[in-house]
């Protein structure tokens, strides 16, 4: 089983990004597939989350600058990410869960920082 983001980078305030998550070696249909992230010296944090039908979930701090969307013919999880701000800087992780199966996955995560 594989996760890898891509997307990450230095943005200045106010800009984009776009994160990706391919996913290999699970059925990815079956997978909610969550967005974390990390801060410096904070604990890792829900960013969005998005069933295998598509329902989603959202950290306040972020309502109405991501979306999380997917593709499953591709196995791929987004995370579209506008009006950047300083304090989104965080380490970015890709997840996929089935509770059914038990099964828990971690990408190895993608950089964003947001600096002037």
């Known amino acids: 089983v594989q996760l890898v983001e891509s997307g990450g980078g230095l943005v200045q305030p106010g800009g984009s990004l776009r994160l990706s998550c391919v996913a290999s070696?699970?059925?990815?249909?079956?997978?909610?597939m969550k967005w974390y992230r990390q801060a410096p010296a904070k604990e890792r944090e829900l960013v969005a989350a998005?069933?295998?039908?598509?329902?989603?979930d959202y950290a306040e701090s972020i309502v109405g600058r991501f979306t999380i969307s997917r593709d499953n013919a591709k196995n791929t999880v987004y995370l579209q990410m506008n009006d950047l701000k300083p304090d989104d800087t965080a380490v970015y992780y890709c997840n996929g869960e089935n509770l059914l199966q038990m099964s828990n996955f971690w990408g190895q995560g993608t950089q964003v920082t947001v600096s002037s």
């Open positions: 998005m069933t295998g039908g598509g329902q989603t």
């Open positions: 070696g699970i059925a990815f249909s079956l997978y909610t």
